[in-house]
């Protein structure tokens, strides 16, 4: 059983928006800061976004400055990442996980691992 169930992914043109979705499966969505990550075909993975637990104080990369929005809903144990003007440069798998503190971009791990989801694929292409 997967720690989070994403969504919301898909083809778009650049200039585009999606806006993805990260839903809690059995797990304390509330105790944990949120972070969203991607990884492009051949390259490592990445943080792009995170949202603390305490006060929603959220964290971008500088790639996305400007263009992402990370926000939360605790009561539905749902977290979204809304993303505009998108570029190529944006295409890759998207995965929420959970993580102590928003900053770092570190993933907790618990007894049956990293606590992060299997992701949905965005693909920015005209």
């Known amino acids: 059983q997967v720690p989070f169930v994403e969504s919301g992914g898909g083809l778009v043109q650049p200039g585009g928006s999606l806006r993805l979705s990260c839903a809690a499966n059995g797990f304390n969505f509330g105790y944990y800061a949120i972070g969203w990550y991607r990884q492009a075909p051949g390259k490592e993975s990445e943080g792009v976004s995170c949202i603390s637990h305490r006060d929603a104080t959220t964290h971008h990369a500088d790639s996305v400055k400007g263009r992402f929005t990370i926000s939360r809903d605790n009561e539905n144990n749902v977290a979204y990442l809304q993303m505009d003007s998108l570029t190529p440069e944006d295409t890759g798998l998207y995965y929420c996980?959970?993580?102590?503190?928003?900053?770092?971009?570190?993933?907790?791990?618990?007894?049956?691992?990293?606590?992060r989801g299997q992701g949905t694929q965005v693909t920015v292409s005209s």
């Open positions: 996980a959970g993580q102590i503190s928003c900053p770092p971009f570190t993933i907790a791990v618990n007894h049956r691992g990293p606590i």
